[in-house]
């Protein structure tokens, strides 16, 4: 007995001090961001031990929120499964006889009835165990939209709000042989306070959207690594134990095709830090060359392996350089559909590389921005296959509640677990911490605004040297200089970020003739890279107006021709990402003719048919691939 409270109270204190790993993590953890039970940290789940839950799950639409209503005989939740109930006892739900749902997946697009249902849907998984070993338990979901409440035999695991990021809680003493039950509700409804309010560009869709797993760790494990280039001389190491015992214990990481092994002593927090040069023949990841190697992380306890790119993304003199060289991204702007006539959120390998490779071979792309969320890492995974370059976001957008205390902790939680989980993805070269901020949803002053995304920038480089950090910023303000009209980056924001970018719709959101906006000046910063987030305009497909009819294809691919002599003209452009690859759900879009809530500024269809627009943009990129 005494034995086993000494491993409860030493579980309970590594669970807390898992969250050193960042700097601001603890401080999340009083602001309510990190729940009681998180296990805090574990990256590349597909290289472990692990149960595989996906498939189908019952559920129970629970409209009112009634689980979640607080009573004396039950404080929290009351769809918990329980079994072994007396067949006497009044029950007015029923597990058994629910219907399933597909896992991952979003009941938007799975249930004709849940088309527009935004709210709580209670989630069932029996999972059988013919052993439970003396090993630690941690089930790992990989998103679910938007708040998630975890029980596992009847049991609160643990919270978890943000709808892209992944969580795991520490079940270990929660599992028994024989059938298990994993309940997970998960409420899609967002408030003002929320990262991102209620109000955006894209379909909520809500559900348990990415893979869930069980996996089976030693005690002492691998929590996270971080293996990338400190400059182009030096391959840099850092690794992060977790579990019962993490001091003074021998970590070897080894990359055998470069005949590289280093190893040392982690410190008394579980952490070592090691650097070997780099090997003369190591070649450097690029888009052209998309090197993967296969590196190796060891303990006594544990081998964790990942495949692995070098390379290098820096500024210098304004100029944005790859491995040392000038690069201009050839972009397009994604959002995570796939495709389809109903799309879903719900990506797997396939579905991934079809959206990547209709971007990298067809459009002749050389990178993508992943908006306005942090994509599946399955996604960020088939970029470093395909050599594709990434924009990363986390989704503090448009209006927010940017004087809000909570607001901040999770924005800076979503930040840092994006970063712990992808960091090791050679493919992402941009951090970008917003898009399209400019007011304060309470009102308040826009330097509340800057306040709150400097603290952003300030935790991702007290974390990732290795990218540079962006911002969509929100359109620019035409002045006249010399006699001429010149448009200008006017936000606060461009002196804190290293790569400035902007959104702009001239032609689109606005009465400028097209031939006027072929003609538009830009005053770029002298000492920064400079990109276009955004340019973009709607069409229909199917849809030919040789009038140039705003939605027709025609004045879509017009339109792309004007933006393109527009770049053209501009000294100093260093890529640009027009919005968007494909159609995507959007219940803001509402034109019965030409969106029936669907934002058509894809320059392919849903099902994937390429408009005239494609074929404008990829015959630019042709041209600048040659170059």
């Known amino acids: 007995m005494r034995n086993l409270i000494l491993r409860m109270i030493c579980r309970q204190l590594l669970l807390l001090s898992a969250f050193i790993y960042f700097p601001l993590a603890l401080s999340l953890t009083a602001n309510g961001a990190g729940p009681v039970g998180y296990s805090g940290l574990l ?83 029996e999972v059988q165990l013919s052993k439970v ?81 069980l996996v089976e760790v030693p005690n002492t494990y691998i929590s996270t690594y971080f293996i990338q280039l400190e ?24 990359i055998p095709e470069l005949g590289v092994m280093v190893s040392g002593n982690t410190d008394a927090d579980g952490k070592i830090t090691v650097e070997v040069k780099t090997p003369e023949d190591m ?72 959206l990547l490779s209709i971007a990298k071979k067809d459009l002749k792309a050389n990178f993508v921005r992943l908006a306005h969320y942090p994509h599946s890492d399955i996604t960020t995974r088939v970029a470093d296959e395909l050599g594709l370059l990434v924009w990363s976001e986390i989704p503090v957008y448009w209006d927010m509640d940017f004087g809000n205390k909570k607001t901040l902790a999770l924005a800076r939680k979503m930040q840092s677990d994006n970063i712990i989980r992808d960091k090791n993805r050679a493919s992402i070269i941009l951090w970008s911490v917003a898009n399209e901020t400019k007011r304060n949803k309470k009102g308040a002053a826009l330097e509340e605004r800057t306040s709150f995304l400097r603290t952003l920038i300030t935790d991702i480089r007290e974390v990732d040297n290795t990218r540079l950090i962006t911002s969509a910023l929100h359109k620019a303000k035409p002045k006249n200089k010399d006699g001429r009209r010149v448009y200008v980056i006017d936000d606060s924001l461009a002196r804190y970020i290293d790569v400035v970018s902007v959104n702009t719709y001239q032609g689109w959101y606005s009465d400028m003739k097209l031939e006027d906006v072929a003609k538009i000046k830009w005053e770029l910063p002298k000492d920064k890279p400079f990109l276009f987030s955004e340019f973009g305009a709607g069409a229909l497909y199917g849809y030919r107006d040789d009038n140039l009819a705003k939605f027709s294809e025609d004045y879509q691919a017009e339109y792309y021709k004007a933006n393109i002599e527009m770049c053209r003209n501009i000294d100093g452009l260093d890529g640009l990402s027009p919005w968007i690859l494909k159609d995507f759900k959007s219940p803001r879009r509402m034109h019965g003719q030409f969106q029936q809530y669907w934002n058509r500024k894809g320059i392919i269809s849903p099902e994937g048919n390429f408009k005239a627009a494609f074929g404008v943009l990829r015959g630019w990129y042709n041209e600048l691939a040659g170059t």
């Open 283 to 354: 070649k450097f990841w690029a888009p052209r060359s998309p090197i993967l190697y296969e590196v190796i992380i060891s303990t006594a306890d544990e081998t964790v392996s990942d495949r692995i790119g070098f390379r290098t993304i820096e500024s210098v003199d304004g100029e944005l350089l790859l491995n040392g060289e000038p690069i201009f991204l050839r972009g397009i702007s994604i959002h995570e559909e796939a495709l389809g006539a109903t799309p879903n959120r719900a990506i797997n390998k396939s579905s991934a590389r079809a």
């Open 133 to 213: 070993d003396d090993e630690r338990y941690l089930l790992h979901i990989g998103a679910a939209n938007y708040k998630s409440f975890v029980y596992v035999n009847g049991k609160k695991v643990g919270e978890h709000e943000g709808g892209f990021t992944p969580f795991a809680f520490d079940v270990t003493d929660n599992l028994k042989v024989g059938r298990n039950s994993v309940v997970i509700g998960v409420d899609s409804e967002h408030e003002d306070d929320s990262v991102p309010t209620p109000v955006t560009d894209w379909k909520n869709f809500g559900g348990i959207t990415r893979d869930v797993h």
């Open 43 to 125: 990256i590349n789940v597909g290289a472990r031990e692990s149960k595989n839950l996906s498939g189908e799950w019952r559920y129970i639409i629970d409209p009112y929120k009634t689980a979640l209503l607080k009573s004396k005989s039950e404080p929290k939740a009351v769809f918990l499964d329980r079994v072994n109930v007396s067949p006497h006892k009044m029950m007015e739900y029923s597990f058994d006889n629910s219907p399933y749902m597909s896992v991952p997946g979003d009941w938007n697009g799975q249930v004709d009835e849940m088309a527009l249902y935004e709210g709580l849907v209670w989630f069932r998984k």
């Open 231 to 254: 400059s182009s001389d030096v391959i840099k190491a850092n690794v992060s134990l977790s579990g019962d015992r993490i001091n003074r214990r021998e970590v070897t990481v080894r």
